[in-house]
């Protein structure tokens, strides 16, 4: 089973940038899919977006589509999260999910990383 790892959470005033990354530590990593989510205190987890791992096509979710961007490096099998615009609301734990191939459910997660927009 891959590990995920994420990083490059923190605390950030409302408007500010962060940039998440997510490594998976496996030798050989292929996934289908790559993608992110978070969860807010209180709330349920709500999907951010994903990176088709193959081709590079990105999917949003509305409430950030047009301030967070995703990319993804093969070569260091990693993936990232650009955040802009950050807003309050955007605080919760971020986390990175694979789509492992084969599969069609995300099935390998990260442990997550803290995101705090403070108004």
């Known amino acids: 089973q891959v590990q995920l790892v994420e990083s490059g959470g923190g605390l950030v005033q409302a408007g500010g940038s962060l940039n998440l990354s997510c490594t998976a530590s496996a030798r050989t990593f292929s996934p289908v899919i790559m993608g992110w989510f978070r969860q807010a205190p209180g709330k349920e987890r709500e999907f951010v977006g994903r990176i088709m791992w193959s081709s590079g096509g990105t999917y949003y979710a509305d409430s950030v589509k047009g301030r967070f961007t995703i990319s993804s490096e093969k070569a260091k099998n990693t993936v990232y999260l650009q955040m802009n615009s950050l807003k309050p609301e955007d605080t919760a734990v971020y986390y990175c999910?694979?789509?492992?191939?084969?599969?069609?459910?995300?099935?390998?997660w990260g442990q997550g990383t803290q995101v705090t927009v403070s108004s």
């Open positions: 999910a694979a789509v492992q191939a084969g599969g069609t459910l995300y099935n390998s």
